[in-house]
């Protein structure tokens, strides 16, 4: 962001037939500060950014205008092309659904329990979340001190910080996605 920031700062104070001075002036924000957002050298504060605005009588919309979109990710990942996966030795496999997860604000899994399986009791460092939603079979997951039998269809919502575990004690396949929110591994 901070790249096509700066030239659409200059490219509003152009259209303002102001000076880098003058926009400093007026705007309170000091001249050595603007130059450098100007040339891409940092991005600025928010509260920087509001005063640029209200000096070149612009919108912080308009200032971020074209912005949003070349932020944007979009990522089609095929089943055939999913490349990472991790099988653990109590009959469980993990899936990441998507490319490069840990550049990513969630990490979408599928996890697979065969008959009798159980993944490896864990807990995340504190503020990571995990949902779960179960797609076939079906899935107890031990959180803290309780359990929750999940049948497709169902969900669970919990603080990835608590001791946790997935066991499928039946003797179907179990298939769930699991989102994990920062991701973590």
């Known amino acids: 962001m901070a790249l096509k920031l700066g030239n659409r700062i200059h490219e509003l104070r152009k259209l303002k037939n102001m000076t880098l001075e003058e926009l400093s002036e ?6 050595a500060t603007l130059s450098r957002m100007e040339n891409n050298k940092m991005p600025g504060t928010l509260n920087s950014h509001q005063k640029i605005c209200k000096a070149l009588g612009a ?13 944007k990710t979009v990522e089609n990942v095929p089943q055939n092309e999913r490349t990472e996966h991790f099988i653990s030795a109590n009959n469980t496999k993990y899936e990441l659904l998507v490319l490069k997860s840990l550049d ?5 899994l599928m996890i697979k329990i065969g008959p ?11 503020g990571v979340e995990k949902f779960v939603y ?5 899935l107890e997951i031990s959180v803290g001190e309780k359990t929750y039998a999940l049948s497709p269809g169902d969900s669970l ?8 575990k997935f066991s499928n004690n039946s003797k179907l396949d179990t298939e769930a996605i699991c989102i994990v929110s920062p991701p973590a591994l």
Not at 26 to 31: E, I, N, P, Q, T
Not at 134 to 138: D, E, M, P, R, V
């Open 26 to 31: 007026k705007s309170g924000v000091a001249l």
């Open 116 to 126: 009798g399986g159980t993944t490896q009791e864990e807990r995340n460092k504190q």
């Open 134 to 138: 179960l797609i076939k079979g079906h």
């Open 59 to 71: 919108s912080l919309a308009e200032l971020y205008r074209e912005l949003e979109d070349e932020t």
């Open 157 to 164: 919502y919990f603080e990835a910080s608590l001791l946790h």
């Open 104 to 108: 990513k604000k969630i990490m979408p």
